[in-house]
Structures are given as C-alpha cells and as structure tokens.
C-alpha cells in the first residue's frame, strides 16, 4: 500500500484566495482525520470522519474551513477565503477501525498564505 | 475542555543516556494513550501505545509506563542514539479521537 496520500505538498497562495488540500486514505481504513501543526499550537484535530461521515468537527476554526468525504478514498479541506494565519503544515491521517486506534499520516501539505 | 499537558518541552541528553517525557491527561475516560514521534520535516509515526488495563510495556529499548489512578505517562528511552533526536508527541483519548500533548523536542548530544 502507498500509505496516505495528500496533495499538493506545498501550496502558496495569496490571502483571499480560495485553497483545496486533498487526502486519499490507506485502503480498507474506516476513519480519517485532517490536522493543522503550527509551531504556536502544536498538532491540532480539525475533523474527523467514520465511514464517509462527520463525526466531530470541532476543531475547525471557523466558517472559511470546510471538509468533505464524498466516498471512502478521497477527503478534502477547503479555506475560503485564506488568510496569513492560516498558513501551516496540514496532516490527514487515516487509521483502520475495529478497535485498532494507530493513525498513519500522510507526508502533509505545507500552507503559505501570502 | 480536554486537555494533555507533556514535559519538558526540550530535552537534551548525552548519547547512551536515558530520556523520559511525561504527560498528564485530564479526561478519565480515556483509554488509549499513544506515543508519536516526528523527525525534521517528517510526518508523525507510532513508536509505542498503552491501553487502560496496562499498565507498563516496552518494545527494546523504548517503554511506556501509566498510572490511571494519578492520570499521567510516561516514555522512557534507553541508550539513546543519534537517532533518537526527533519531536515526540503524546496523546490520550478514546473512541479514534485523540488530545495531543504540546511535543518534546530531544536532542541526544554527541
């Protein structure tokens, strides 16, 4: 299996412009999960999914961020409209379900907004 | 809300040494308790997990220790090498979602 893949890996972009971070999940994993790393607030959990649907999105900033799972091996994380503040290394991860709780990132997408 | 607090937040030690970070968790119905670790410019992978009923277990030369009762865990690493240099995080939760602890950057000195 290639693991968790996300794309692009790095993406720059001007601040109100409009970013699309894109994940595929290992096989067979039933959760997936996108996180955003920054230096001032760690490793921070966005979303989760179980089985395509939303199960917490808590931790999504605010209304510019959304996330979708339209079937079992494609995510993506939107921000419209981005800001500076916004810029970060974003993680999806993915882990299998049926009580094994181990998550496997992906290489992430490291955000510049300018 | 749920929090995991770990320290220190940058430990340095001689190779051959031994390093532990320590975390404490403020949610009791957690059960899982996993540690990461995240070299430069890398992703997160699991080095080691515990679960409630376990209380201590080891992989070579990495172990976890866990005290339910005090709300706190610990990852030890023993005869530390050049390798070993990375940030380590750790993290405690139930049913798939995780609180992460704030990370400890380890460096083993030469």
């Known amino acids: 299996d290639a693991g968790v893949i996300q794309s692009p890996r790095h993406e720059v972009t001007e601040m109100g412009q409009e970013v699309t971070l894109r994940c595929k999940p290992i096989?067979?994993?039933?959760?997936l999960f996108w996180y955003r790393q920054t230096m001032m607030r760690g490793l921070e959990l966005l979303i989760y999914?179980?089985?395509?649907?939303?199960?917490?999105d808590s931790g999504m900033p605010e209304d510019r961020f959304s996330a979708k799972m339209p079937n079992a091996s494609f995510s993506t994380l939107k921000i419209q409209p981005s800001e500076p503040r916004d810029s970060a290394v974003y993680f999806c991860?993915?882990?299998?379900?049926?009580?094994?709780?181990?998550?496997?990132f992906g290489p992430g997408t490291r955000l510049t907004v300018t | 809300g749920e929090n995991v607090e770990q320290h220190p937040s940058t430990l340095s030690v001689q190779e051959g040494d031994s390093a532990v970070i320590k975390c404490t968790y403020s949610d009791s119905a957690s059960n899982y308790f996993p540690w990461y670790k995240q070299e430069l410019g890398k992703r997160p992978q699991l080095i080691i997990d515990?679960?409630?009923n376990v209380g201590e277990k080891k992989d070579q030369r990495i172990a976890v220790t866990l005290n339910k009762t005090a709300k706190h865990f610990s990852l030890h690493i023993t005869e530390t090498q050049p390798e070993d240099s990375a940030v380590y995080f750790c993290a405690a939760g139930s049913n798939y979602q995780l609180i992460w602890g704030a990370g400890t950057k380890l460096i083993i000195k030469p």
């Open positions: 999914f179980n089985n395509n649907v939303p199960i917490d």
């Open positions: 991860a993915s882990s299998p379900g049926d009580f094994s709780y181990e998550q496997y």
């Open positions: 515990i679960r409630s």
């Open positions: 096989s067979g994993h039933d959760y």
